[in-house]
């Protein structure tokens, strides 16, 4: 058991005959009255968003998230399929992946969470490296300040990164932000 003064972005946990993750949360101690939390928690398996506001000494069942590193092998345009290390395919809707996706190519390793055998999302590194496939020319003159401009990254995903950065160079990137971080040698 857990109880909702314990509760962290990331924790999951049994509520309702659902799973669900803590996206955000605010311990709150008004001056009067009984402090509280307020969360935003995402069903893990529907997607759907729920805010809630929890007396701190509420209990809830912890689940118990089971994960495994896959590779990502292709799409058929409809499900998404990982192979884990015995070259099993586990095949998942775009649901399940679309927060990874944008970060993701063919053969890169992920993190795919399931509870009791059945999974419901996918991770990728907190940091990729992506090449950029699109990108207006720079502007002599504009490099050195901290103007920004679109570009398109080699799987799809378009992010703002400084006005030095052209087509063709590899970047980082931070996935939990979508924010580039820094240029890569490549």
């Known amino acids: 058991m857990i109880t909702a003064g314990d509760f962290r972005k990331g924790v999951t946990f049994e509520y309702e005959s659902g799973i669900f993750t803590i996206v955000e949360f605010q311990h709150v101690k008004p001056g009067?009255?009984?402090?509280?939390?307020?969360?935003?928690?995402?069903?893990?398996?529907?997607?759907?968003?729920?805010?809630?506001?929890?007396?701190?000494?509420?209990?809830?069942?912890?689940?118990?998230?089971?994960?495994?590193?896959?590779?990502?092998?292709?799409?058929?345009?409809?499900?998404y399929y990982f192979m884990d290390d015995e070259f099993n395919l586990t095949p998942l809707n775009y649901e399940q992946v679309e927060d990874a996706l944008q970060y993701i190519k063919e053969n890169d390793r992920v993190t795919v969470k399931s509870y009791k055998g059945t999974p419901f999302s996918v991770e990728c590194e907190n940091f990729v490296?992506?090449?950029?496939?699109?990108?207006?020319?720079?502007?002599?003159?504009?490099?050195?300040?901290?103007?920004?401009?679109?570009?398109?990254?080699?799987?799809?995903a378009k992010i703002q990164v400084p006005m030095f950065v052209n087509e063709g160079e590899l970047i980082r990137i931070d996935t939990r932000t979508g924010e580039y971080m820094e240029r890569v040698k490549g």
Request: charged share 25%; net charge positive.
């Open 32 to 79: 009067k009255g009984a402090a509280f939390v307020r969360t935003k928690m995402k069903n893990v398996v529907t997607g759907a968003v729920l805010e809630k506001t929890w007396n701190p000494t509420e209990k809830v069942q912890e689940a118990h998230i089971e994960t495994k590193f896959m590779t990502y092998s292709y799409t058929d345009g409809e499900l």
């Open 129 to 156: 490296v992506l090449r950029v496939t699109q990108a207006d020319p720079s502007v002599k003159g504009n490099t050195a300040t901290n103007a920004t401009k679109d570009a398109v990254l080699e799987t799809g």
